[in-house]
């Protein structure tokens, strides 16, 4: 399991590293200080602040970074839950705006997240979403004592977390400044992409642009759909290695690679890729023979959840991601790849011994389908009907990596073609909402597609000047840093 936890970790950390690098995009033009920004009360003074059913707990000055960083805690009575919010305000260079950041895996958010957008001038928010504890662990959701869920910690971080950090944030800036924020932004990836999709979906005028990267929307499918590898090789008694998927991965991208014209290590539209793994057959991989049985593991994979007379439960990993992380070393594997054990041990079986070494497809269909219909109202976030959000101005730009190995891009695919049947056809939908898909791109944002850069930057132009973004760019870089290719990508339209 330490093994499995750590790769977990990795990918949170890539998910931070994503939203990090952006602020750093941000142009000069943006981070200009101005004198009519400037506080007109101390930071001790915030302590007097008053809203309901929050306690400004502490309010200090900050001489590292020059900002009064204040802490609140909300509660949501009858319940006894505590929901802590930070807020970073810039003393000196405050640009007018607050920015709003999101968390990762099971947790709400990271004070780490705070700390380069108040150097640039933002005035920034971010919240425990209602527990502490690791990004790992889902542990929050249950009492243990009672042996019951505790579903107002789960609705504070499903959905009620962020607009408590978004409410108090913006209550503190007027408190602080004299005046409102003039535009309201808020970014998440993977989990914060979920809680940034909330958002626009509950909340539509918390915020005047939300950028959603990698979300985790229908969480309630992908998140049990993790474990379908599993339930796949424990009933085929087939364990594919570390080795056989690495020479699938390799083979499927040497096939449909020049797909595009352009043989560049990046299988351009992955979903229109059909390479099948039985041409590897007989061929040996590190220490073993390729079988017709690995193949037929790789495909069920790739295919995604299916029940046993084939319908069509979830999608599965796009052809050319990484997929090792399913791999054994000849032992059931106990994957947690984003907290497939954890949702399972507490938030469906109520049951911390819980473990997925003898998990079967008969287990994992019954799983499934109380994920999906138990958390359909708390975690989907699918709502396609964004009429709120588009008619209080708002703007929305969703990033997805095309080989995201952890949330399948199918779904948010899926979701903004249900936006647009929705609401009209691209002309009108992207007035306000654009889907941008990288290439080659994993769950971080690695990989040979390119790192994304500049989003941010083309939101609040969107939003402040309506200049709408037609394109976005990505870059890749030597190990100094030096650019040494950038790629042009262009909204998804839906027709593709």
């Known amino acids: 399991m330490k093994k499995t936890c750590s790769l977990f970790a990795f990918i949170v950390c890539l998910s931070f590293n994503a939203i990090a690098q952006n602020s750093t995009e941000i142009s000069a033009g943006y981070m200009r200080a101005n004198s009519q920004y400037t506080p007109v009360c101390a930071c001790e003074d915030l302590l007097e602040v008053s809203l309901p059913n929050v306690v400004i707990e502490s309010s200090i000055f900050n001489k590292e970074d020059n900002t009064c ?261 000849g032992e059931p594997m106990m994957p947690l790849v984003i907290g497939g054990e954890e949702w399972v041990r507490y938030f469906l079986l109520l049951n911390p011994d819980w473990n997925s070494k003898s998990l079967t497809k008969a287990e994992f269909y019954s799983l499934f389908y109380q994920s999906v219909e138990q958390y359909a109202t708390t975690f989907e976030a699918g709502n396609p009907d964004l009429s709120a959000f588009r008619d209080s101005g708002g703007k929305l730009l969703i990033l997805q990596g095309l080989s995201d190995n952890i949330i399948p891009p199918e779904g948010i695919i899926n979701y903004y073609k249900n936006i647009r049947d929705l609401m009209g056809d691209y002309k009108t939908t992207s007035k306000f909402a654009r889907l941008f898909l990288f290439p080659g791109d994993d769950h971080g944002f690695a990989g040979p597609g390119g790192q994304p850069v500049g989003y941010l930057d083309a939101l609040i132009k969107w939003v402040e000047e309506g200049k709408a973004p037609d394109h976005l760019k990505a870059e890749s870089r030597d190990n100094s840093g030096v650019v040494m290719k950038t790629r042009t990508i262009f909204p998804y339209k839906g027709d593709e």
């Open 69 to 329: 960083r204040v802490t609140a805690i909300v509660t949501h009575p009858p319940f006894d839950d505590k929901v802590k919010v930070v807020t970073a305000l810039p003393k000196d260079n405050w640009n007018g705006r607050f920015i709003g950041y999101g968390g990762a895996g099971f947790s709400g958010g990271e004070l780490s997240s705070l700390s380069e957008p108040v150097s640039k001038g933002f005035a920034t928010g971010c919240t425990n979403a209602g527990h502490d504890g690791e990004q790992l662990s889902g542990s929050f959701a249950l009492d243990k004592e009672h042996g019951r869920l505790r579903w107002q910690e789960i609705r504070d971080f499903s959905y009620l977390g962020i607009h408590d950090m978004t409410v108090i944030g913006k209550e503190l800036v007027k408190a602080y400044y004299g005046k409102p924020a003039r535009y309201s932004y808020f970014i998440g990836g993977s989990t914060g992409g979920r809680q940034a999709l909330t958002e626009v979906q509950m909340y539509p005028r918390d915020y005047d642009g939300v950028i959603a990267l990698n979300p985790a929307i229908y969480w309630n499918h992908f998140i049990i759909g993790h474990l379908w590898p599993q339930a796949v090789m424990f009933d085929a008694d087939n364990f594919v290695t570390k080795d056989e998927f690495k020479a699938v991965t390799d083979a499927v991208i040497n096939a449909c690679d020049g797909d595009d014209g352009n043989l560049d290590g990046v299988i351009d539209n992955p979903i229109n890729c059909s390479w099948d793994p039985v041409s590897l057959v007989g061929t040996k991989t590190g220490e073993s023979i390729f079988t017709e049985a690995d193949a037929d593991v790789v495909r069920q994979i790739w295919e995604g959840p299916r029940s046993d007379d084939g319908e069509f439960l979830w999608y599965g990993t796009t052809r050319g991601s990484d997929i090792t992380i399913h791999a054994s070393s």
